[in-house]
C-alpha cells in the first residue's frame, strides 16, 4: 500500500458509536444542533443506513472496542512508516452529526497514537494533497504559505493542548480563581478563501434552524433528542 502511494480514510467517527451507544445517542450538542429529522433517522431502523440497533449489547460493543484496537493500530503504524492518513466523518448516520463529527474523528486518530500535529496533517495538509493529486494540480490549501488560498479556522484556545476545543460549541474547564466552570474554545471565525466568516453566527443559524424544525407541525410526534 506504501508502494503505490495508498492514502487511509478510515472515517473511524462514523462507527464509532458502536464502542459506546448510550454516550454516542446524548451527545451535548444533539439536542441544539442536530436536526430531529436527522435524529429520527438515526433511530433503528431495517431499512436507514447505519440504524442498525435492533439489540445493541455489552457483547457487541466489546467486540467494536476490541476491533478498533486493531483497525487503529494498523493505521497508526502505516502512518508511521510515511503512508498518509486523512480524516473524513462520513457523517449524517449513526449518530454522527456533521461538523462535530469531524473533531471526533480527529480526537480518534489521537486516540490511535497520532501526535495532535499528526493529527492536524492529516486534517489539513494530507487531505489537500489527496484531492490535488487526483487532479493532476498542485493543492491551492492545506498549509499556510505565500500563494495559497487562505483556509483557515481561528480559535482562542490551543489545540495541541486539547483538540475538544476544537468542537463548535468548544469545551469547559474549571476556573480555579473563580471556583466557576469556564466554557473554552470554540472556532470564533473561518477564513474561506481570503473570506472571513463569524462561526459563531454560523453555529446560531444551525441552532435557529434546528428549532424551526422543532416547532414545525409536520413533525409532531417524531422522536428527538
Known amino acids: 500500500m506504501k508502494e503505490r502511494d495508498v492514502t487511509l480514510d478510515p472515517t473511524f467517527s462514523i462507527y464509532s458509536a ?22 429520527a433517522y438515526y433511530q433503528p431502523s431495517r431499512t436507514n443506513h447505519g ?25 497508526n503504524e502505516y502512518k508511521n512508516m510515511g503512508g498518509k492518513v486523512t480524516t473524513g466523518s462520513d457523517a449524517g448516520f449513526i449518530f454522527s452529526t456533521p461538523g462535530f ?3 471526533e474523528e480527529m480526537e480518534i486518530l489521537q486516540e490511535a497514537g497520532f501526535h495532535p500535529l499528526e493529527v492536524i496533517r492529516s486534517a489539513t495538509m494530507y487531505g489537500a494533497q489527496t484531492i490535488a493529486e487526483r487532479t493532476g494540480k498542485e493543492p491551492e490549501v492545506g498549509v499556510v504559505r505565500q500563494g495559497m488560498l487562505a483556509d483557515l ?4 484556545a490551543n489545540p495541541l493542548e ?8 468548544g469545551w469547559f474547564r474549571l476556573n480555579d480563581s473563580t471556583g466557576k466552570v469556564d466554557q473554552v474554545g470554540g472556532v470564533k471565525y473561518t477564513i474561506k478563501d481570503g473570506i472571513l466568516y463569524d462561526a459563531k453566527q454560523l453555529l446560531a443559524d444551525v441552532a435557529r434552524m434546528v428549532d424551526d424544525q422543532r416547532r414545525a407541525p409536520t413533525l409532531a410526534g417524531q ?3
Do not use: C
Request: hydrophobic residues 40%.
Open 18 to 39: 458502536g464502542r459506546d451507544l448510550s454516550r454516542k445517542m446524548n451527545l451535548p450538542w444533539h439536542q441544539k444542533y442536530t436536526l430531529p429529522s436527522l435524529y
Open 51 to 75: 440504524s442498525y440497533w435492533y439489540h445493541w449489547t455489552t457483547w457487541d460493543e466489546v467486540a467494536f472496542k476490541n476491533f478498533y484496537r486493531v483497525w487503529m493500530e494498523f493505521v
Open 101 to 103: 463529527a469531524t473533531i
Open 153 to 156: 479556522l481561528i480559535v482562542d
Open 162 to 169: 486539547n483538540l475538544k476545543v476544537l468542537y463548535g460549541t
Open 223 to 225: 422522536k428527538a433528542p
